[in-house]
């Protein structure tokens, strides 16, 4: 049992020393993929922590790294209006038709250079996260678009995603004035600080969905079909130990208004998001050409069975902002961005049997029984 002081002072003094370091690890873990401490050396941070809460409750605060997980959520998610509208995007079936959306952004643009920023398609929940002056505030499915359910209860226990983002990261945004926020519309009162609106994908690893499933068929319940309906199921638990024990992960790549925030390229808004300690994810090329494009697109199929996590295409996005504002929006998607989706994956498989079923009126139909085969992260 680790050493606590009796000295209420000194204990805040080190609770709060600890929690600054247990930040800085996991922003090296998760955000940054770059660990220094094993994971010995890290729990044992985390017990002396735990060690002067337990003994020093009025320690406790919610961006605390104890507090993962709350307590139940309540029986209905209370709806949240976000910051900006949660498009969804146009897709492109094949080459082709990424190429026709990559001549019509040459055309708009004429004769102005445009980069792009390739980034691999995370097949899971989108999820937008509310931080405020650098704390947790808030956590939100994309729902309509305009309004989610607010699932800060479970969020809060996805590990990689930091309670309070890191001070460096925070200082250099603008001075903006505090946004009135939907939270608030009906007191009439607003927010103390500066809130700014992250927007990510939450999913499953493909090693947690196989652990989960063997868990299910142990448990005699039927399986998930995929990791991304699985990642979705558990960021809607009622209870948040539920979504704790799920493994659950993030990548993070967007904010609601980048440009009111001091952004100009979408490669700058990702590297600031690593720099605050959100996950990132690490396979992203800034692309000079249609060439470019077309080479990442190549070398993210070809790798796609050897990532821990699904994917199922790769978005292509405008980087400078200023050029996304121009080109704008149709009634549901952004002109500046598409999803470019893989080709229908294909699996072998073995016909184990074929078999006869009688109908009602006697009619005998003939049906094959194949070996079950995952495709595209999918049980058929």
């Keep these: 049992m680790p050493e606590v002081p009796s000295d209420f002072a000194e204990a805040t003094r080190r609770a709060e020393e600890l929690r600054r370091e247990i930040e800085h690890h996991n922003r090296l873990y998760y955000g940054l993929d770059a660990p220094e401490l094993s994971d010995a050396a890290y729990d044992s941070l985390m017990r002396e922590l735990l060690a002067l809460e337990e003994a020093f409750p009025d320690l406790v605060t919610p961006e605390s790294p104890t507090q993962r997980v709350g307590g139940a959520v309540e029986s209905a998610f209370a709806a949240v209006t976000h910051a900006a509208r949660m498009y969804s995007l146009d897709n492109a079936m094949d080459l082709e038709e990424l190429d026709v959306w990559l001549g019509r952004i040459r055309r708009d643009l004429g004769d102005r250079d445009c980069e792009f920023v390739a980034e691999l398609k995370i097949d899971g929940s989108s999820i937008a996260v509310t931080y405020e002056d650098g704390l947790l505030l808030r956590a939100a499915t994309r729902g309509d678009g305009r309004v989610g359910e607010d699932v800060t209860a479970n969020m809060r226990t996805v590990r990689d995603l930091p309670l309070r983002l890191s001070e460096s990261a925070w200082e250099r945004l603008p001075s903006v004035a505090p946004r009135q926020s939907p939270l608030f519309a009906e007191s009439g009162e607003g927010p103390d600080g500066?809130?700014?609106?992250?927007?990510?994908?939450?999913?499953?690893?493909?090693?947690?969905?196989?652990?989960?499933?063997?868990?299910?068929?142990?448990?005699?319940?039927?399986?998930?079909?995929?990791?991304?309906?699985?990642?979705?199921?558990?960021?809607?638990?009622?209870?948040?130990?539920?979504?704790?024990?799920?493994?659950?992960?993030?990548?993070?790549?967007?904010?609601?208004?980048?440009?009111?925030?001091?952004?100009?390229?979408?490669?700058?808004?990702?590297?600031?998001?690593?720099?605050?300690?959100?996950?990132?994810?690490?396979?992203?090329?800034?692309?000079?050409?249609?060439?470019?494009?077309?080479?990442?697109?190549?070398?993210?199929?070809?790798?796609?069975?050897?990532?821990?996590?699904?994917?199922?295409?790769?978005?292509?996005?405008?980087?400078?902002?200023?050029?996304?504002?121009?080109?704008?929006?149709?009634?549901?998607?952004?002109?500046?961005?598409?999803?470019?989706?893989?080709?229908?994956?294909?699996?072998?498989?073995?016909?184990?049997?074929?078999?006869?079923?009688?109908?009602?009126?006697?009619?005998?139909?003939?049906?094959?029984?194949?070996?079950?085969?995952?495709?595209?992260?999918?049980?058929?």
């Design 194 to 380: 500066r809130q700014i609106e992250l927007r990510g994908e939450v999913y499953m690893p493909k090693a947690s969905f196989e652990r989960l499933n063997a868990e299910q068929d142990e448990a005699g319940q039927p399986p998930f079909a995929n990791p991304r309906n699985a990642a979705a199921g558990s960021l809607r638990q009622k209870n948040p130990q539920v979504t704790a024990s799920r493994d659950l992960a993030t990548f993070m790549y967007g904010v609601a208004e980048p440009r009111a925030l001091g952004f100009a390229r979408q490669s700058e808004l990702l590297a600031w998001l690593r720099e605050a300690g959100l996950h990132v994810n690490p396979d992203v090329v800034e692309c000079a050409s249609a060439a470019d494009v077309h080479e990442y697109c190549a070398h993210a199929l070809e790798k796609r069975d050897q990532l821990p996590y699904e994917i199922d295409g790769v978005v292509v996005k405008v980087d400078s902002f200023a050029l996304q504002e121009e080109l704008g929006y149709t009634s549901k998607a952004p002109r500046w961005a598409i999803a470019y989706k893989f080709p229908p994956e294909e699996k072998t498989t073995k016909l184990l049997d074929i078999l006869v079923s009688v109908g009602r009126t006697g009619v005998l139909t003939p049906f094959a029984v194949f070996e079950p085969v995952l495709v595209a992260g999918s049980t058929i």
